[in-house]
């Protein structure tokens, strides 16, 4: 099954009678052109649709489509490309699933139309002159949803209501079957692929993907689904040609410069990754995943408090948390450790309101400790956590690793740590942001050779073992 296309109506019966009974109760307009919008409200009123609702602003419209997640969609091109892309990714909804028609007018149906209209999965564009004839025309294509079956429908409506209640193992199932049923069916294709990917299995999407994307015929969703399950692995050079060749194509995704951005952080390219967070900011200046990437830039620069500007949305610690631990991270995988010790002190300070979510932050300061090969302040930080959560088994498995290589007198391998130490290879899941990988840390400096970048504060563990 293709994605949206330009379809050809010649032959078919212009004055077919509509259904006597609409699958689709309510219609959201945004067309800008006056005349254009009059013709397109009446003839959907006279068609039978019994809810027609037009609007000027880009806010009300998002808000209609957010209260009507099956209302079906007319969007004008002449509203402008930046427009109209943000208006297509709000039809999506939250979680992202196709669960409403949309009907695409355009002037001339130019090659950045049929992009922008393929990756939002458009069912219909009309360009040219507008008619009652013309109009009645596409609503009975479209309402069949040409591109889409009826078990399509259903099962994406299943799973828009799935990911809402938060039961994504059950979608994985339903979406799997779907494709076994319908194999060239794209959309259902990607669908399972952005399933397994929240179900953090990364490795699967990215096989998954790999076989859809050269199928999908240039889909930009399959593409960006691709680069993000690349990017999840660590192949970041990969993930950022692809994300790049879609930008080229569709400069206006927000998710896109975000992921785009991202990537760049983690190849020790911040400046460049602070210009995608802005680009992104630009297009939707409320978008809160570029206010957070641009917030991690700050981290990495050092600059905490500037950071915190941007972090106005935040309404959790754990959440607030897990910002600092992804910038951590990046820190920790460049050999920047002292910078990514830095990170996880300064978190200290902003969650300490929370003791589970601290404990956490100490324990994954105290993996970044090991990976440095700081063996005695990660198990300052490893005990740490486990007194702020009595109940965090990893933390004090960690301790008593740590206290046993103390009592033997030898220090940790690379090799030993990966094998007996906890989330050494992903940073703790209740965090749920990026792993660590599990990458050699850099070649320690000769005994003697110790340089400056590798000293640290030991009074600050100090003071975490008497509680000070």
């Known amino acids: 099954m293709a994605t949206a296309r330009a379809f050809d109506f010649t032959g078919k019966d212009q004055n077919a009678a509509p259904p006597k009974e609409l699958a689709i109760k309510t219609a959201t307009v945004f067309v800008s052109r006056t005349t254009v919008r009059s013709v397109v409200v009446r003839e959907m009123k006279n068609y039978g649709i019994l809810t027609v609702n037009a609007f000027d602003t880009v806010g009300d419209v998002i808000e209609d489509l957010r209260k009507n997640p099956e209302s079906m969609l007319v969007v004008d091109w002449e509203h402008g490309e930046q427009t109209v892309t943000k208006v297509l990714r709000a039809a999506q909804g939250t979680f992202r699933v ?153 400069p206006h995704n927000v998710d896109r410069l975000v992921d785009l951005g991202h990537i760049l952080l983690n190849m020790d390219k911040t400046e460049e990754a602070l210009g995608k967070f802005n680009e992104a900011l630009k297009l939707d200046k409320d978008f809160k995943e570029a206010k957070v990437g641009k917030a991690q830039c700050e981290l990495l620069e050092g600059h905490v408090n500037e950071a915190m500007k941007f972090l106005t949305q935040i309404e959790t610690p754990q959440e607030l948390a897990s910002i600092f631990n992804s910038a951590a991270i990046m820190a920790i995988r460049q050999g920047q450790y002292k910078q990514g010790l830095s990170l996880y002190k300064s978190a200290v300070t902003y969650v300490s309101s929370d003791t589970q979510v601290l404990a956490r932050v100490f324990f994954n300061m105290g993996v970044g400790l090991v990976k440095w090969g700081k063996a005695a302040q990660a198990l300052s930080a490893f005990e740490q956590a486990a007194t702020l959560d009595a109940n965090f088994t990893k933390a004090s498995h960690n301790v008593e690793i740590l206290k046993a290589q103390k009592a033997k007198g030898g220090a940790l391998t690379e090799p030993k740590r990966i094998q007996e130490l906890e989330s050494l290879d992903q940073e703790d899941e209740e965090f749920g942001a990026m792993d660590f990988g599990v990458n050699p840390a850099p070649a320690e400096a000769k005994q003697g050779e110790e340089s400056e970048t590798d000293e640290i504060d030991d009074s600050y563990f100090q003071s975490l073992v008497s509680g000070s």
């Not at 049929?114 to 009975?140: D, F, R």
């Not at 399509?152 to 049923?181: Q, T």
């Not at 194999?183 to 399933?195: F, K, L, Q, S």
Request: net charge neutral.
């Open 98 to 250: 196709d669960t409403r028609p949309i009907y695409f007018i355009a002037l001339d149906l130019a090659e950045r139309v049929i992009a922008v209209a393929n990756e939002y999965n458009v069912m219909q564009i009309h360009t040219g002159e507008i008619s009652q004839a013309q109009i009645v025309k596409n609503l009975n294509e479209l309402l069949k949803f040409a591109t889409m079956s009826l078990a399509c429908r259903k099962v994406f409506r299943d799973i828009a209501a799935m990911r809402k209640k938060g039961d994504l193992a059950s979608g994985e199932d339903v979406l799997k079957k779907l494709c076994e049923a319908e194999p060239d069916n794209i959309r259902a294709a990607v669908e399972y692929g952005a399933t397994l990917f929240d179900l953090g299995k990364y490795k699967e999407a990215l096989l998954w993907m790999q076989k859809v994307h050269p199928a999908s015929g240039g889909d930009l969703r399959a593409q960006h689904l691709l680069a993000r399950c690349l990017m999840k692995m660590g192949f970041f050079e990969k993930a950022q040609k692809l994300l790049d060749e879609a930008w080229l194509i569709s």
